[in-house]
């Protein structure tokens, strides 16, 4: 870990561990939030070990803490971590070559680390930010999580500390720069309009499914075929 720290910039280091900061504290609000859900303490903490991913584990503790079935809450969750079939491929060589270094990146591949990995333009750190990021990640969000469950046995009610807020304000800090592109951002604004137009009809985690009809703003229009002149 000391030589892949080397490899980086100062700014680089500066800018990982701030957003190592941010993940711990979501992961502190996942805590909090699941054991005020109903769960056991060491739920949440058996997730964040084995699933490691946040959008999933908040999908399925708020979908069952609102009443949603376990299906609809494991469906939603698949769907979501979807796109790390896309990000494996795109990081694979950062991963190494080795089945166990590529077994370990699959589990440590996170959006944050594959968004600072990707914006290096040498190998080399590329592969150093993807397993410096992933790996401080992995702790943090577990310490953040034993802390939270802890914090929410004694304080009972997540909402009244705003620790509830703490997960959507991270996302949305991490997908505004993406927001810059149209297409992106009209995509975003028709599956968000779904998911608030269907929440008061529909059971808990089928709205968030059906958000997925933004996407098809992500459809390139049909180009136009030039008229050739008789």
Do not use: C, Y
């Not at 049909?222 to 008789?230: D, G, L, N, T, Y």
Request: hydrophobic share 60%; aromatic share 6%.
């Amino acid at each position: 870990m000391r030589s892949i720290w080397r490899t980086l910039t100062p700014s680089l280091q500066r800018d990982m561990v701030a957003m190592a900061g941010a993940i711990a504290v979501i992961g502190l609000s996942f805590g909090a939030i699941a054991v005020a859900s109903g769960l056991d303490w060491w739920m949440p903490t058996v997730m964040s070990v084995l699933v490691f991913a946040g959008g999933s584990q908040f999908m399925v503790v708020g979908v069952v803490a609102a009443g949603g079935g376990l299906v609809a809450a494991v469906v939603g969750a698949l769907v979501l971590n979807a796109r790390h079939l896309p990000f494996g491929l795109a990081v694979g060589d950062m991963m190494g070559r080795g089945k166990v270094a590529r077994l370990v990146g699959a589990h440590l591949l996170i959006d944050e680390s594959v968004a600072f990995a990707m914006a290096q333009k040498d190998p080399a750190r590329a592969r150093a930010v993807f397993w410096f990021l992933g790996t401080t990640a992995f702790v943090v969000w577990n310490i953040g999580t034993i802390v939270g469950a802890a914090a929410g046995q004694v304080i009972g009610d997540s909402d009244a500390f705003g620790l509830d807020a703490a997960f959507p304000a991270g996302l949305l800090a991490l997908v505004l720069p993406a927001l810059k592109n149209t297409r992106t951002r009209n995509a975003a604004l028709l599956g968000a309009a779904v998911a608030v137009a269907t929440t008061p009809f529909l059971p808990a985690g089928v709205p968030v499914l059906l958000a997925l009809v933004g996407l098809v703003a992500l459809i390139p229009a049909p180009e136009k075929k030039e008229e050739v002149p008789a």
